[in-house]
């Protein structure tokens, strides 16, 4: 199995612009979470998704980000306009079920760098 | 008392060493947790389990003392390849109704020759 696997592993854009960032989970699993790591705030869990459905956007820091899952082998996460202030690693995680924790694979996360 | 709470370190120790950690928890229904690792600029990773009973993989040894809110994550014979930072995870409470566990910030852990 491939793992999760995200594009791109690194962005660096100006502010203003719009990004997209991707995110295909492990088949078979049916839970998909964007999660955002930075120093000051660790993980922080933005959206999640539960057969292919959003369950809890609440996590999302703004109108600015929105996110998608059209079908079970993919999502994306895009910020439009980005600002520098989102530079971060944003991590899709999946899992099988919402299991609370247990078994979530990460994929190898996006670092984004807003200039 | 934050939902999760674990001292940033970092634990700097020589090869061979024992090294523990903590983890603080508010929510006491809580009825298994985890603890992952996270190699630098690499993704979180499931490290085990901490069930009531505790739980034992070789070096590692990660026990959940229930009546004081915390779990720990005993590292035997450190090795130079321990080095990472240590996260707990606090699953949901069952009656929550929420299925969404917490991340604590995690603890650096550095093993020197």
């Known amino acids: 199995d491939a793992g999760v696997i995200q594009s791109p592993r690194h962005e660096v854009t100006e502010m203003g612009q719009e990004v997209t960032l991707r995110c295909k989970p492990i088949s078979g699993h049916n839970s998909l979470f964007w999660y955002r790591q930075t120093m000051m705030r660790g993980l922080e869990l933005l959206i999640y998704?539960?057969?292919?459905?959003?369950?809890?956007d609440s996590g999302m820091p703004e109108d600015r980000f929105s996110a998608k899952m059209p079908n079970a082998s993919f999502s994306t996460l895009k910020i439009q306009p980005s600002e520098p202030r989102d530079s971060a690693v944003y991590f899709c995680?999946?899992?099988?079920?919402?299991?609370?924790?247990?078994?979530?694979?990460f994929g190898s996360g996006t670092r984004l760098t807003v200039v | 008392r934050k939902e999760v709470e674990q001292d940033p370190g970092p634990f700097n120790v020589p090869e061979g060493a024992t090294v523990a950690f903590n983890c603080t928890y508010s929510?006491?229904?809580?009825?298994?947790f985890f603890w992952y690792r996270q190699d630098c600029r690499k993704e979180p990773k499931l490290l085990m389990s901490?069930?009531?009973s505790g739980n034992e993989d070789g070096r590692f040894t990660a026990q959940l003392n229930r009546a004081s809110q915390y779990i720990s994550l005993l590292i035997r014979d450190s090795k130079l390849s321990d080095s990472a930072t240590y996260l707990c995870?606090?699953?949901?409470?069952?009656?929550?109704?929420?299925?969404?566990?917490?991340f604590g910030r995690g603890t650096s852990l550095i093993v020197h020759p």
């Open positions: 998704f539960n057969n292919n459905v959003p369950i809890d």
């Open positions: 901490v069930y009531s």
């Open positions: 929510n006491s229904a809580s009825q298994s």
């Open positions: 995870v606090v699953p949901p409470p069952a009656s929550g109704g929420s299925y969404i566990p917490t």
């Open positions: 995680a999946s899992s099988l079920g919402l299991t609370g924790g247990h078994g979530y694979t």
